[in-house]
């Protein structure tokens, strides 16, 4: 059996309702790295205190396996989502990060590729890995590499981010990412012929990442790629603002809006859990936005709002 190792980082205060993320993908154990000598007590493989100088007394690893099958990349992105949604629920989750890496004695470099493939979205799109190859085909190929720092783009918050953009970029339009992540809705964008897009995204990385997929898509000349902390590299006014990123992000960015929204501008809003959907809902409101579309899938929102009139 192949598989995927996960580690998620957290907080002393977030460590139980992480753990609760991965088993609710279907881990059957978990590893705990910590400084204090307490174990969650259900289902611990192995329990690992260390010393505080050599990890952060307030953080907590937790380590688990999944098997690398078919299902692995939308587990993997839903573990990212609800991890970074922490905070939604009155937690401090700490740095809330999930890396990857892959085990036993194969090439496993490459091995986890093999359960990503292509994949049509909406009507028009389709989602390529750079490394396979396909057909002749009549779908616009967006053609993504994410590596395993990033989600692969067939997670509901997207797929429905994707759908949105599908139906408002008619053409001509200027549009803004917010968190852009791997870029994959900002080359959408492109592809469905908005004439310029801003790529913003707060992490470095993801700049990086975004960039690369950019020029492999081929949609360099109208996605500029920019480090941002939500809006503040953004230059100039736009027809459609995308934000797929979690509700306690979103409702920062709301009160941003007006100044860079255009009249009759659309935001998008997604990577929203049902929990949080109300407390979304009156931020918006408390700015004067009306949801003029609301999907959901597998308790994930996304939001079509305008400015009232």
């Known amino acids: 059996m192949k598989w995927m190792e996960i580690t998620v980082t957290t907080s002393q205060e977030a460590k139980e309702a992480a753990a609760d993320i991965l088993y609710q993908q279907g881990v059957n ?37 999944l098997p690398m ?23 401090d989750p700490g740095r809330a990060e999930v890396s990857l890496s892959i085990v036993e004695d194969e090439d496993w470099a490459n091995a986890w590729k093999a359960y990503y493939k292509p994949i049509p979205v909406g009507e028009k799109l389709l989602i390529k890995p750079s490394w396979e190859q396909i057909g002749p085909t009549d779908r616009l190929v967006i053609e993504l590499d994410p590596g395993m720092a990033f989600g692969t783009g067939t997670h509901a918050t997207t797929t429905m981010c994707l759908e949105i953009l599908e139906r408002v970029i008619r053409g001509g339009e200027r549009v803004i990412d917010v968190g852009c992540g791997s870029g994959i809705l900002s080359i959408a964008a492109a592809l469905l012929g908005a004439r310029q897009v801003e790529a913003l995204d707060y992490d470095p990385v993801a700049v990086k990442v975004a960039e690369e997929n950019v020029i492999v898509s081929g949609v360099q000349d109208k996605v ?20 797929n990123i979690i509700a306690r992000i979103i409702i920062q960015l709301i009160p941003q809006l007006d100044a860079f929204l255009a009249p009759g501008g659309l935001f998008v809003a997604s990577g929203i859990i049902g929990e949080r959907l109300d407390a979304v809902l009156a931020a918006l409101a408390a700015h004067d936005f009306e949801v003029v579309e609301e999907m959901n899938e597998s308790d994930w929102y996304a939001l079509v709002c305008r400015k009232r009139e």
């Open 224 to 243: 500029r790629v920019a480090q941002s902390d939500l809006l503040q590299a953004a230059t100039g006014k736009a027809d459609v603002i995308v934000a």
């Open 29 to 65: 154990g978990l590893v705990i790295e910590d400084s204090f000598p307490v174990a969650l007590e259900a289902d611990v493989e192995d329990y690992t205190p260390l010393p505080e100088t050599e990890f952060p007394l307030e953080e907590v690893r937790l380590i688990a396996y």
């Open 69 to 91: 099958d078919e299902q692995l990349a939308s587990k993997v992105d839903s573990i990212r989502q609800l991890v970074a949604a922490l905070a939604d629920y009155g937690l």
